[in-house]
């Protein structure tokens, strides 16, 4: 993004607080003005202090003098003071509101987006972390630099300049000529660095996103011993860091250097023109030092040129990752406005085929019907498209092509909200919120009663064991064992209380005993609804009155379990596996 374009897209965000940004700049400009005060003052001084000593005056008739460069000099100290104050908190006040709306923006669009825009390269959680992070700092200070930092110096450097012209067009000139040389070397040293500088987001992403994938895996690389393997990859890109900065500050040194000598280059300048001025003549003694500080005003806001210049391109870079992410329009969900009165809950899926966003081709050609107040149940092995499908049916994602259709209507056109209002999701893991066991199960519904949590629970089979916690209800559902936090989850479908309900692997993760505990939840929550379940476990297999064998993203088989088990397909490979994985002729003989 160019500079141009990046301000514009902030624009919006600075005219909330227009008032902040005049008021801001108002003082900038009465600051710029006093900046120049201690040079008049000095040139004074100088020249008023000759003029008694030529004159063979002493103290006596140099006191006034001194009082006024006393009261002078201390009163614009004083203004300075309350205008750099102002200043600043202006200036701050400005930089932090525009820094949370900035965060807040990004975070409500985010999540008005697609699951595919989660699941596409490059928006893995970390990098997506360091790039809104990254984008929300650099675009602030984009706005503190203008604002804050590059206005005033620029604006005293302005003054300065022309006090200077005004005084003497060859001095005026001099200190002129020496800006563009500085720009240019400082123009130089940002098209050097760019290449470097984007280098460093890439890595800074991907070193965010390994420490994430770390401590999330912690338990695999420790039971693996793989310690030493995880710290080197990160070793090599810090290497890689490492190096990167080495180079960007090697360069940047180099270029400070020379920026340096150029700036003496333009004091020396300034000394020889004023004092060849004052021999000849034409100037008073006091505009040598005149000069020399009017020049450090001019020289000061070049100095900060190249901080600036690189924040600011910085800011480009990261600005263009944040702004990519707001403008993800086409990744917005999209809602059709079907709100019909009730929600029946048949199911269809009709010649569908589903690619995920990183090019893998999940589904191909399913026609699959799911009865309202019926159980179906997804069968196959790993990989084979269950979950897939259960994705296209809650819209998480849009199909290729094919429709899929609740009551006969496409999902395309059903009001999203509504739609998932009357859609309930228990997963392999579901996710427990930070906070109570009471705040995690009203998460079905805000506003549910406290005898309706607790109904809920009972429901569950959750409340005998959450009762007899010490604090019960407000104990931390963090806390609680994996069987228990699925019941929570159970118990948030109750208060929910949706028609259509799909049960993805639910006691995929748990023991026996908890699996068995969990079995009377899900028959007591199966009740009345839609049912789709994907499970290993047979006996919820077997209890389903419609089961869709699944191989490699194609319907094999379906019907009751008697049918497709006679199909002598996928599903009688998968059934008998599994039942001779339970080793049932030991089982029956032991329950003999
Ligand atoms: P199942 O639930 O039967 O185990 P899935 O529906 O999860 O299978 O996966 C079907 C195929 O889609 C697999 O090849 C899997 O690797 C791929 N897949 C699943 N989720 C994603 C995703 N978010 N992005 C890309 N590919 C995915």
């Known amino acids: 993004m160019t500079t141009l374009q990046t301000l514009k897209k902030l624009v919006p965000y600075v005219m909330p607080y227009k008032w902040l940004v005049i008021a801001t700049l108002v003082l900038t400009l009465i600051g710029s003005c006093a900046a120049q005060v201690n040079a008049i003052v000095l040139n004074y001084t100088v020249d008023a202090i000759n003029a008694l000593v030529e004159a063979g005056k002493g103290l006596a008739e140099g006191l006034d003098i001194m009082m006024l460069i006393c009261v002078v000099l201390l009163t614009k100290e004083l203004l300075t003071v309350a205008l750099t104050f102002g200043q600043r908190f202006f200036g701050e006040k400005m930089r932090i509101s525009i820094s949370q709306d900035l965060s807040e923006a990004v975070i409500v669009k985010m999540l008005t987006y697609k699951l595919a825009f989660y699941s596409r390269d490059g928006n893995e959680p970390g990098k997506l972390q360091t790039r809104i992070n990254r984008g929300v700092d650099s675009l602030t200070r984009m706005v503190?630099?203008?604002?804050?930092?590059?206005?005033?110096?620029?604006?005293?450097?302005?003054?300065?300049?022309?006090?200077?012209?005004?005084?003497?067009?060859?001095?005026?000139?001099?200190?002129?000529?020496?800006?563009?040389?500085?720009?240019?070397?400082?123009?130089?040293?940002?098209?050097?660095?760019?290449?470097?500088?984007?280098?460093?987001?890439?890595?800074?992403?991907?070193?965010?996103?390994?420490?994430?994938?770390?401590?999330?895996s912690i338990n695999v690389i420790k039971s693996f011993n793989r310690e030493s393997i995880e710290g080197e990859k990160q070793l090599s890109l810090l290497k890689k860091i490492t190096d990167n900065q080495m180079k960007t500050r090697k360069t940047a040194f180099a270029f400070d250097g020379l920026k340096t000598f150029v700036e003496q280059i333009g004091v020396v300048l300034i000394i020889i023109l004023t004092a060849y001025l004052v021999l000849s003549g034409q100037m008073t003694i006091g505009a040598i030092m005149y000069h020399i500080m009017l020049f450090g005003n001019v020289s000061a806001p070049i100095r900060q040129l190249h901080r600036i210049y690189d924040d600011w391109n910085d800011a480009l870079i990261y600005a263009g990752g944040y702004f990519d992410i707001m403008n993800s329009d086409h990744e917005k969900e999209i809602s059709g406005n079907y709100r019909p009165e009730k929600v029946k809950g048949k199911l269809e899926l009709r010649g569908v085929d589903f690619t995920y966003p990183n090019g893998t081709k999940a589904l191909h050609n399913i026609n699959m019907t799911i009865e309202s107040g019926k159980i179906t149940a997804l069968l196959g092995l790993s990989g084979a498209g269950k979950s897939t499908i259960v994705h296209l049916l809650d819209k998480f994602y849009d199909p290729d092509c094919g429709q899929v259709l609740l009551d006969g209507v496409d999902l395309r056109e059903w009001d999203t909200k509504y739609l998932r209002d009357h859609i309930g999701l228990v997963l392999q893991k579901n996710h427990i919120f930070d906070g109570t066991i009471e705040e995690n199960i009203r998460y079905g519904n805000p506003t549910a009663t406290d005898e309706e949590v607790i109904e809920a629970a009972k429901k569950a089979y959750l409340y005998e064991q959450v009762s007899a916690l010490p604090k019960g209800f407000k104990s931390k559902a963090t806390e609680l064992s994996g069987g228990q936090q699925q019941r929570v989850a159970i118990a948030r479908m109750f208060i929910k209380n949706p028609p259509i309900?799909?049960?993805?692997?639910?006691?995929?993760?748990?023991?026996?005993?908890?699996?068995?505990?969990?079995?009377?939840?899900?028959?007591?929550?199966?009740?009345?609804?839609?049912?789709?379940?994907?499970?290993?476990?047979?006996?919820?297999?077997?209890d389903s009155e419609t089961i869709y064998s699944l191989e490699k993203g194609r319907v094999m088989e379906h019907g009751t379990h008697e049918e497709c088990y006679d199909m002598n397909g996928v599903y009688r490979k998968i059934f008998d596996a599994s039942a001779r994985s339970l080793n049932i002729e030991k089982i029956v003989k032991t329950m003999d």
Not at 163 to 184: D, E, H, R, S
Not at 513 to 536: G, L
């Open 501 to 542: 309900i799909f049960l993805d692997e639910p006691t995929a993760s748990l023991d026996a005993i908890a699996t068995e505990q969990i079995k009377n939840s899900i028959d007591a929550i199966k009740k009345d609804r839609t049912v789709i379940i994907i499970s290993h476990s047979l006996s919820q297999i077997i």
């Open 144 to 216: 503190q630099n203008f604002f804050i930092d590059i206005l005033p110096l620029f604006v005293s450097a302005i003054l300065a300049i022309v006090l200077m012209f005004k005084q003497n067009v060859w001095v005026g000139l001099t200190a002129l000529c020496i800006v563009p040389i500085y720009f240019w070397i400082t123009y130089k040293q940002a098209a050097k660095l760019k290449g470097w500088r984007e280098m460093h987001k890439t890595y800074y992403e991907a070193k965010s996103h390994g420490i994430m994938n770390i401590i999330e």
